[in-house]
């Protein structure tokens, strides 16, 4: 190693810098039960990045910190880079440094950075009144690949196809970093509101959408109303779940890694336009103290959701 | 916690971004034996400003990931923590985020961001034949704490004010910061040189002073000749060590965190007046193939230093 102490990156231009950290503990975070090395990595890296996305945030690179104990073997740390460099690759992102030391567990420290020009930041705090709530893609997907690696009695009405599809979800999840490109081209063509400042606030939803509205609503003192018709989960859930058990994933199942955006109407629309694939108006920003969960078909009452049931790890 | 899923940092214009990361385990990077949870922050902060300082970079901020048996308390992570920010708050970085989770050993993550003028990055590999080896303070110091900590019995000697400093630079060493406007202001002065590309390599000497040099011929391919007269330790290792050991600890000890520069031997002796407290030239780049160890005094004989006898974490 004829390295220096440390790596040296270039920004563009009138760019911030973001920077996001996480740390993954074997046990906690992934398990050989479901996870193999490469896709450890995989989701390693796709967490710090859906991080990124979620702040409007191009990545430059990530550095990783792993404590290993004796028994892990060189295969495993190459796999576990596999997976990391596979996921960043698509991305232009690089591994730019990290550190390996010896320990009892297995834990794997990710620090992402990004770059992002400062009046395109996108935040938590900024919800507004009227603004339409956007998921960019399906939820509960992630939950239900779970369920199936660790119970594979389950769905067994589900096709071949759709079950690698879900558990595909889990093990791979896409960090919505194309969603960016489409937020800034639609900025551009906004004339309506070409002199107002950035409108678009949010945040991913690895926690679970409904932990995202939530912190949203927390962060931006807002209400929401959330309609349950209109939140998206994938199509193989009809013939496999209840309606309550889908809504109950697509809601706290985490780990999906879409976004979840608010901003005005129109917008909205031009968005669910442009990426398809799921993305959804789900409900609107109220001047309300809560978050509401609405069913205009009227099967189910109205329900007060809270953080209390947000997402736990396996 | 309403904060957002990543922290946002602004550059100076025309900076380039520096990157570095280390992973501490308890029990190999720090101890309850030897170490308080403020000194494990402070030195964990240090090692990577010192990082920064090595490649030319003011420092920026830093995350922290924490892995956490069940059994810390509260108190030892507010104490760690208070040493963190006491290391970092004289450079003016600050902790831009981080993650805590549980795991069966203590681990602390940290990646620590600078930025730096790009024609002024610090490199290991630019080490020039006829540079002067430039040390920025005493080396030997750490270790020398390190072992009136481990063996309190020795080092009897010693006045209370000396044991008191070697143990202080041990837990609290300072990352060497201060040198880089020093160095910025002296090739500023340099006018012989004004229209000459920044001639200053280096690295810092956290595995030792021995080690950095290897490094810095590894990565330059020169080689090096080290003075053993001119190798600055602790005065008080003279009442207390013999030559060889003082020289030893000076040479393999480790964890001084000062800088080992290579200049020009005109810009090393202005750097030395203007750094005073240790700083000396030990010795100058080679075009040999090794790192030489003389003694001009004729007490030792000639000495072809490696890597072998670096530095090991206790």
């Given at each position: 190693v004829v390295?220096?102490?440390a790596a040296v990156l270039t920004l563009?231009?009138?760019?911030?810098?973001v920077v996001t950290s996480d740390v993954l503990v074997d046990g906690v975070h992934f398990s050989d039960r479901t996870t193999s090395p490469e896709d450890a990595g995989w989701r390693a890296a796709a967490a710090n990045l859906s991080d990124l996305a979620a702040m409007g945030a191009s990545p430059l690179g990530i550095t990783v910190g792993l404590s290993l104990p004796g028994h892990v073997t060189v295969a495993w740390v190459e796999q576990l880079y596999q997976g990391l460099v596979a996921c960043l690759e698509p991305t232009g992102a690089v591994i730019v440094g990290g550190d390996i030391c010896r320990s009892s567990v297995t834990t794997i420290a990710i620090t992402a950075f990004g770059q992002v020009q400062p009046d395109r930041v996108i935040r938590r705090s900024t919800a507004q009144p009227r603004d339409a709530i956007l998921v960019t893609g399906v939820h509960g997907a992630s939950r239900a690949g779970?369920?199936?690696?660790?119970?594979p009695e389950l769905g067994q009405n589900l096709t071949e196809q759709a079950r690698n599809s879900l558990v595909k979800a889990h093990q791979r999840p896409k960090p919505r970093l194309d969603v960016l490109p489409v937020l800034t081209s639609l900025g551009k063509k906004d004339e309506s509101n070409a002199a107002a400042s950035f409108s678009i606030s949010g945040m991913d939803s690895s926690d679970g959408l409904a932990d995202a509205v939530v912190q949203i609503c927390r962060a931006s003192q807002v209400g929401a109303r959330l309609e349950r018709s209109h939140i998206p989960y994938p199509v193989d859930f009809?013939?496999?779940l209840s309606p309550q058990q889908a809504i109950d994933w697509a809601l706290y199942g985490g780990e999906d890694f879409e976004l979840v955006l608010c901003m005005p109407v129109h917008l909205a629309e031009l968005m669910v336009e442009e990426l398809g694939q799921g993305a959804a108006i789900v409900g609107e920003i109220t001047t309300e103290n809560q978050v509401l969960l609405t069913d205009e078909t009227g099967q189910f009452a109205d329900e007060v959701l809270s953080l209390d049931r947000g997402f736990q790890h396996f």
């Open positions: 390295g220096d102490d563009q231009p009138e760019r911030s810098l779970l369920e199936l690696l660790l119970h009809r013939s496999w």
